[in-house]
């Protein structure tokens, strides 16, 4: 197929498209005609050509079949009594009858092209994609004639202005997007400043640590050392928070208790914890996924989604992983009562980095 | 009352309707008429009804992402006349026993409502998933096979492009899709987005808080995303399907070399009555599939999960297969690739798998133009290349494969420490080895195979197959017969191009541009080790000698024999076995082996292949 021989390209007489680094071979190996046609059993044997008619209608029939099938499964098997077996029933059933009734038409259908419907192979040419010479002139003559009559070209202020006004038309709609997320108002001046919200949670001076999800308050002394506590602020229930899954995604906290040897606050959070007992963040400064897994004798942290490891003995910093930053550390005290609150709120944002986080 | 009276408008076509009615009968016939006088609708017949399309099981591959495409929207249908995209809270009172009393968003409420008080409407929720699944990865096996056979390459560019962006829309409705239940699940897949789009640099922080209506998870997301899912990336999906459906009509589809197969033409079956038949048993086929996999198993039980909750931990989970190579990306990013630079933080733990596939996405959209703008080919290609015959790109291509295979498995990491009791760590640092080492290998073990397949297809070609058949000569001689491809399939294994490396010459001012020198280096890159296709002079030449040797051979045996005779005193015996008609079988002698033209025994190789 040597591009000079190529019917493609020569029906477009101003066409000589480029064959670039290609070398065609001069002589290539060819074979111009169609292999002799293979008769077929169906082809040969009137019988076999009948039995074969008489599976794709067997088939068609059969798919009637299944679909009646489906349809009274449908019937006979009610899921009223909420048992996952009653569903799972009706489920497999009715899926197995139209799963078959399906699959009956597609074979059937198909068994019907390849052994019944004649298998003659046709050649039919191909054109080049590219317009005739002449079509291709006659747009651009249309194009032609429509920037003579408009001035498109010729009156470039018009042109630009339009294309001035259309993009500007534009800026507006994206505007409207900005509603997309609320905005502040006197009642809650920073409803809309995503960096002062992601910056502070529920967590401030005297607010009680309690267990996750039950709200009961945590007495330091009942801590077992080894033991990993989850933790949410007192206060934050479901009823009683407007946007309660909101802060609970940035409040939630992991207590751990340790021997106080064992323990190596980093410098200037020696006083955050209380007596071998540290809280520390649970959302994870990689992405955000909840950092759960405590692995007691080694003090490792592990995150679940994307294995970034916190070492809790040495101020949560990083042994592997994706993550960059060591867990926010809560720093925690003991009341009067001998139960565990919040010392203040976070020092830094919680969860993962952003642009303005620092 | 008098038949004399009829007008005679309808008395007149009435003799011709009893000699031969209209096809299909009267009402068909009145009904095309109707139509076409009101559509022209004859003349699209009569350009689609017997269009040729070629045949090769390949070309079924795009079919499964379109008849998986068409499940999709069928099952989804059904789905949102039950699902509330709402994320109010409510408590559960549904059937569903153990989640009764369980405060959770009506997303998830209307979820199991419907997997659980409608009868079928489990059935048609795993059908909507399974069926997703499937669309995504036919549209993966199919652009491979595009990719592997030079398919993309002039006048299919663009097909290629709007095929790609098909792509990129099935896996944003996936993920639109998986996060719609409100699930402890998908509630973490969103945290997960929510983070990687904090940490792209300047507009990270506000994207993510519009998108969100507020912080995460806030009570805006699953309604907008249902927005997404339901119209937007449909409309768009569904507009640039039937455009690559047209643009696939109007390019016609390749084919691969054979006998009277050439670039100038299409040589196969009819659309109708063979393709409709066979595309429409296909999406039975895909849809019965489907069905049957979606009764018989469980996807995304979001019962076990419950509602969201940021709190909670679930360990080995794993994101829906397509989403998993971007999760695995963000797994391999090595520790402490954060940094505060001019009073901002840099989150390159984030930035680098989001560039590094962005980069990924985006080559491999412009491959064609890449390709094209390298070997400078204007022409159009309609036949298929067989992957061996592009080495260098075969070589490419496997070495993407082998990219994205390593950050899909890395999505599965812990599943793959906790299993085979390994450390976390060495599979982490195995797996970012294989992900920068492995491409480079895999690109050179790819091209050597692909040059030495090349190199036995020659071989094929002018010595034939290798028959394992050991003869004896009449001399003492051992030879291996070699059978002679059939002549049919001679022009499947012969290449008739090939592209030589560009020879940068200095222009008039005697520079040579950055450019032009670049695309030499690439050209180089691509084509310096290649096979010269074989010309048919020398297949010609290769085959005369073939027969020569055979026609030595049968001289010297036929000399033996009649040495043989003589000695046994029978020296006017025949020279071959006498054909007593009894005994079918060709003797098994050097002569009759490689004797292919000897129209009696024909190869039964060759009544194979001239059959398909």
Redesign the interface.
Known sequence: ???ED????HERASWQ????????????????????H?ERMTDKDPAAMKRAVRTVYTLFYLSVAASIWAVAA?IL????????TD?RH???F???G??????A??????H???AV???K??????H??RGRDTTRDAAIQAFAEANEESGFGRRAMIRNSMIAAVVASIVPGITL??G???EGSPADPH?GD??Y??SHTMWKKGTRLVH??TGAPIKAADIEIGSAV?V?PEGLM?DEVS?Y??E???A?VLLVRMPVDQLHPPKGKESWGYDGIVAFS???T????????YEQQTHHL?C??????FDVSHGAE????????PLPQLPIEVDAEGYLVAQSDFHEPV???????? | MSTTTAPSETEAPAPASEKEAPLGGRFLGWASNYLDERTSLSGFVKELGRKIFPDHWSFMLGEIALWSFVAVLLSGTFLTFFFQASMVETHYAGAYEPMRGVQMSAALDSTLRLSFDIRGGLLVRQIHHWAALVFVAGIGVHMLRVFFTGAFRKPRELNWVIGFILFVLAMAEGFTGYSLPDDLLSGNGLAIINGMIKGIPVIGTWTSFLLFGGLFPGNQIVGRLYTLHILLLPAILVGLLVLHLMLMIINKHTQFAGPARKNSNVVGYPMLPVYASKMGGFFFITFGIIVLIASLFTINPIWNYGPYDPSPVSAGTQPDWYIGFADGALRLAPPHLEFVWLDHTWSFNIIIPLVVLVVFIVLVMFYPFIEAWITGDKREHHIAQRPRNSATRTAIGAAGVWFYAVLWASASSDLIATHFQLTMEGVIHTLQGALIIGPIIIYFVAKRICIALQKKDREILLHGYESGRIVRLPGGEFIEVHQPVDEFERIKLADYETYEPLVVRPNAKGRIGFWRNFRGSLSRWFFEDRLVPITHTELEAAHAHQHHELEQMASIEGEEIQGAHERAGHPEAPLTPIDDGKSGEVPVRPTSVLNTDDPAHPHKNREKEAGQ
């Open positions: 197929m040597a591009h190529d019917p493609l390209e498209p480029s064959p670039g680094l290609a070398v065609a071979v001069t002589d290539p190996v060819q074979h111009d005609s169609l292999p002799p293979r449908y098997f009610p899921i009223e009594s909420g048992s996952l569903i009706n489920e497999l009715v899926g197995l139209i799963a078959a009734a399906l699959l038409i597609g074979v059937g259908a198909i019907w092209s390849k419907m004649s298998d192979e046709f050649i039919e040419p191909r080049a994609t997007f900005r997309l997320a609320p409803a995503p960096v919200l992601l996750d999800p989850h949410i479901p946007n899954l909101d609970k995604a940035k939630i649970k959302v994870c990689h992405v955000g996924c909840p950092v759960a897994l592990l679940p989604c994307h294995q970034s490891q990083v042994l592997f992983g994706p993550a960059a930053r969860g993962p980095s952003f642009w303005e986080r620092h």
